[in-house]
């Protein structure tokens, strides 16, 4: 009872990736938006697996069909429903999970929850679950840059311990992050980035990394105080994505060792509106957009599912072994770049409308 | 529009600290409970300002009175509602503010949201909002005790650079955690960060740190995927206290830098059910708790308001100068500790009702 | 969990009858609205019992305070929160119904559903509970009628079997409504219907009505499909309200007897807008607004509690005879029409809010 | 951006009748009901048009297709995506509806809510967008009849004047509803119906009615005071079904003419639980059932489309005659039946799940 997200514009997703199809309703849009699927299916194709090794025909996986709410290649304001097949239904790839469930994936969570054991496991918690909210969130991303010039660019500025310096946050352009498969737009960082992968993946292990999301052009005085404060949705927004494990807005956990000296973002006039010269808010105060960007940060955790053997046991408690056979990621900070973009427009689109509701 | 939280156990915050008074209404509580006022004036007591120096007859002030909801010492299953008088209003006490903005606050947002000038500034954004949190979340958090064993203890981690070792989890208490009025449970600890609390009050600055919670005795099954995962609500709740800058569940952050192979949290057997034997999860996972202790930490940045000197610029973009005057916290964490712990405990007993609407 | 109401403009009650205090919450009205405490006691008098006898003395009755969201006059765009104290809290006075339920009270339902006695008997479903909303909707009145000029007038068109003749709905006031106790515009039929209710009365008896109402300079284009229909809302709003057993918009159930040819309303020019020759539809089309007047009608059961003995069962199922003592209204329709004006206005308020959220 | 109902189990429709398909997502329906898509699809046969003159081919058109949310015939407790094609897109079919908008259809509405004037005119206001409801209602209906032995039963109560006699509400069926196609279980009264209908459509003219409902074996305690009473939620419910002009519960409008001392259903002993022995209540008292049968009735109007002649105005004002050509139904009500069915199965179903939701 949980898969939709967002007050006026609001997403539902569905699907498991073991079912006929995976995809999202997103409500709430207004008329008017010029929309095709060829939109959509460009932040899916950052998505989807196995783009980096171009060993798959991109137009045939993960295409979306938009099945209501555009008519003439303009949206209606009715609900826009997108569907994306799965092609590659494997109920019978899970045999050992039957039995064993996989140390930090939501098998186990799962079966307690809901009470069954199904033969996708944790079929929501499958990454695929994913699509429908790159799907909604390129519908929406493309509302906010029409409509208000908002620019949205994430990127992986960290794989376990390799950290991309300072970036222009100005300049940073979703091509520049899409250079290099790492999606770090630092060249060296990003080639060093793609070095650990493929070493972690030679040693049939995974490793973690952090996605940052500036967002330009956001109007001042988006966010719902008190409890729908704009960090906060993002953050709610950002720790749904599978994987995730930390959020930090602005400053982010550094903020805790500054002095509000240092610390506080003096105002400044910028151009007839009132800016501020540092920007350690993130673009927030008070849970409200002040004009300056909004800048945050997301960790995800290395993925579970690693070829290595696992000491654990069954789901009676009994010692198991547990290899986790075929390809998997070995880090997913690259393909979770476009879905944070999505989460982030998401939340701002709803914050958007939620804001004109007051006439102002 | 979004002083609510909650689906099914739901809290309404209202108040500005220049109105007449502030609460809460807390909805959705199953009827039954023993509820009276002194269970809430406790963790009132523990939020409020002026306590640790004993300057301040506790008996008097931030009272809390029950409107509704409670017969014979009993919930009702009805709203309750909850009222704090505001007993010290001081409408002229902002004059400058109603010309310059104070960096870092919430002001100038305000403003540019609601288009008025209040000379509360941004009531909603005062540290006596959190007022009707913490009431509405002692009375969950009584019912989560008493009907469920759950146990939720916060405490303050780190202030500046002076961080805790690592604690015992399992021991941990608001008890030991009050001992010292930093609210660090190392005493050693404790100690330096009320020096530096000290120093920095001195030096009319301010600083920031992190609060840490330990949730015990969370029963597996929790959490409702896909947007409404447990660490997606605890991150909305815990972003949505004023000066939060960053949340991490479990590894949180650390887990960017580290490998599968060590982060995964291999099953083992406890005692008739599911257990792991490292904790990286902080007892979330897919978005469901696990059974073992959820545990999160919280960064909050240094407040705003300082007595230093800050060059800014007014409404109209004229260079000004700014210095507080009056008697501010210069550090916030220690009085988070139980306003982390309300949201904590407003999210869990959310996520038990709607885990229970299953009939399982 | 289901005391609030609305979506941007949101209404939470709070109160039984034997506690502290009734009262709302108001969510998501726009700042800026000139609001005092008069304002909300206008039509808290025109709710409160006793109204007509003159035997109390108003000003001390039903008395609302404002606790939040005002500041100098005008609304802050915050929380409003509004309190009306229980004088009168008689928890003795209920002592038979601790054993035997009223037919057709929600004594037992109450019981069933929260799984305790409470002295207050359906605390929630007291008459007492609409004060909360006449408060929140007397403030969305306001706001509609200064900034739309939105004029919306309930009144008594029947009562048991006297009906109202037609009224002409453009000069209907709420002057002309109260200009007799009985709340019918039509003087003779009011006289009338005032006859009834007296030998109801008599008679230890007492009988339903009808409410009509209509909204004037409602905008076209308010109502969200598909399920938040205009009158699917207002629907929703009559029937919460406390002994309401029907609502039908425009011609409503007469509908079921016409021919579309009949039925249906023609187009017609009307300056510079597009109008009605007719208004079947009660200023509705497909859910929305079409600029026309909003006309629907609600059906009120007579109350249950009548002095007359009523033969029925006590809890245990053992036969028991129930005599009402005290004072109880022979028929609510009076009283409930700033009631059904309260509602219409929250709904109002709500759709307009979601409609300016496009930003057209 | 309301096209989704429900707050645990929660239905989204999506679809115009000039897309690729329609459908819905049900979200919150717990794990492990039985489900196939032959389940679903015997409601959809009795909500899709043609289906009494019997000449198409029943299995091939608005065949409904299971997306997600079941796993080897059990759903998953994930969301449960349906979607039905639309076979017969005619863009072109609406031409003069361009210019002149149809009385009392949802063309005008439409384009002043949404701002743009879409070939589908209201495309949301199609009958067609029905078929998500019925879709999700069915798998609400199997999983309450099935778990909790709850039987929803409609039937055609009067066509124009024709009204049916008071029937057996304990052995009325959905067989012999649909023992003749106008669907009402008195068969003289359906022969009437047929003809009376067949009469209008021969004038080119339509028709209302209004259809009655029973729910047997709902327990009692659902329903949640204040605003989603039992009844409320059914008024939003019925009231969202296109063409509905209104809604009773029980005595409905009739209570209006009663006196209390008849209106009171007194309580008697029903094998070792409380009954009533009368049911004006409708089966629910103060917004919650109390274990008697639900019963309420639901008015439609005449049908907007009709083939006779009618003079309005185009878009800009001007004189226009409007005929409308092709086939259309000249009652609505038969095919309302399992719709109305639907919307009660759903809020029904919700309620469960929120009652549940106590621990109870």
């Given at each position: 009872m949980s898969s939709s997200f967002g007050t006026l514009l609001r997403v539902t997703t569905f699907g498991e990736s073991h079912g006929r199809a995976v995809g999202a309703v997103l409500d709430g849009l207004p008329a008017g938006l010029a929309l095709g699927e060829a939109d959509i299916q460009a932040q899916l194709d950052r998505r989807r697996p196995g783009q980096s090794t171009l060993t798959t025909d991109r137009s045939e996986v993960d295409q979306v069909r938009i099945l209501s709410g555009v008519d003439h290649g303009r949206t209606l304001g009715t609900p826009i429903a997108m569907?994306?097949?799965?092609?590659?239904?494997?109920?019978g790839d899970y045999g050992e999970m039957d039995t064993v469930p996989r140390p930090s994936h939501a098998d186990y969570t799962y079966r307690v929850k809901y009470g069954i054991a199904a033969s996708s496991g944790g079929g929501r918690a499958s990454a695929r679950e994913t699509i429908g909210r790159v799907a909604a969130g390129a519908v929406a991303d493309k509302w906010l840059r029409e409509n208000f010039g908002?620019?949205?660019v994430a990127w992986v500025t960290t794989v376990g311990d390799i950290a991309a310096p300072n970036l222009n946050l100005e300049t940073l352009s979703?091509?520049?992050v899409d250079a290099h498969p790492a999606r770090c737009p630092d060249p060296k960082t990003a080639a060093r980035m793609a070095e650990l992968i493929a070493a972690v993946r030679e040693a049939k292990d995974s490793v973690g990394g952090i996605v940052a999301c500036v967002c330009r052009n956001v109007p001042a005085g988006l966010g719902e105080p008190?409890?729908?404060k704009f960090e906060a949705l993002l953050a709610q927004a950002m720790l749904s994505i599978p994987a995730a494990k930390g959020f930090?807005?602005?400053s982010g956990f550094a903020a805790a060792r500054m002095r509000g000296s240092v610390h506080n973002d003096p105002f400044i006039e910028k151009s007839?509106?009132?800016?501020?010269?540092?920007?350690?808010?993130?673009?927030?105060?008070?849970?409200?957009s002040n004009g300056e960007p909004i800048v945050f940060r997301v960790a995800f955790k290395p993925p579970a599912?690693?070829?290595?053997?696992?000491?654990?046991?069954d789901y009676q408690g009994r010692p198991a072994t547990l290899e986790a056979r075929g390809r998997h990621d070995p880090c997913v900070v690259p393909r979770?770049?476009?879905?944070?973009?999505?989460?982030?427009a998401l939340v701002i689109g709803d914050l958007i409308l939620r804001q004109q509701a007051r006439g102002r």
């Amino acid at each position: 009872m949980s898969s939709s997200f967002g007050t006026l514009l609001r997403v539902t997703t569905f699907g498991e990736s073991h079912g006929r199809a995976v995809g999202a309703v997103l409500d709430g849009l207004p008329a008017g938006l010029a929309l095709g699927e060829a939109d959509i299916q460009a932040q899916l194709d950052r998505r989807r697996p196995g783009q980096s090794t171009l060993t798959t025909d991109r137009s045939e996986v993960d295409q979306v069909r938009i099945l209501s709410g555009v008519d003439h290649g303009r949206t209606l304001g009715t609900p826009i429903a997108m569907r994306v097949e799965n092609r590659d239904q494997r109920p019978g790839d899970y045999g050992e999970m039957d039995t064993v469930p996989r140390p930090s994936h939501a098998d186990y969570t799962y079966r307690v929850k809901y009470g069954i054991a199904a033969s996708s496991g944790g079929g929501r918690a499958s990454a695929r679950e994913t699509i429908g909210r790159v799907a909604a969130g390129a519908v929406a991303d493309k509302w906010l840059r029409e409509n208000f010039g908002i620019d949205i660019v994430a990127w992986v500025t960290t794989v376990g311990d390799i950290a991309a310096p300072n970036l222009n946050l100005e300049t940073l352009s979703r091509q520049s992050v899409d250079a290099h498969p790492a999606r770090c737009p630092d060249p060296k960082t990003a080639a060093r980035m793609a070095e650990l992968i493929a070493a972690v993946r030679e040693a049939k292990d995974s490793v973690g990394g952090i996605v940052a999301c500036v967002c330009r052009n956001v109007p001042a005085g988006l966010g719902e105080p008190v409890f729908d404060k704009f960090e906060a949705l993002l953050a709610q927004a950002m720790l749904s994505i599978p994987a995730a494990k930390g959020f930090e807005i602005g400053s982010g956990f550094a903020a805790a060792r500054m002095r509000g000296s240092v610390h506080n973002d003096p105002f400044i006039e910028k151009s007839g509106r009132l800016g501020t010269a540092t920007n350690h808010s993130g673009g927030i105060q008070g849970g409200i957009s002040n004009g300056e960007p909004i800048v945050f940060r997301v960790a995800f955790k290395p993925p579970a599912t690693i070829g290595l053997p696992q000491e654990t046991v069954d789901y009676q408690g009994r010692p198991a072994t547990l290899e986790a056979r075929g390809r998997h990621d070995p880090c997913v900070v690259p393909r979770a770049v476009p879905i944070v973009e999505a989460m982030a427009a998401l939340v701002i689109g709803d914050l958007i409308l939620r804001q004109q509701a007051r006439g102002r």
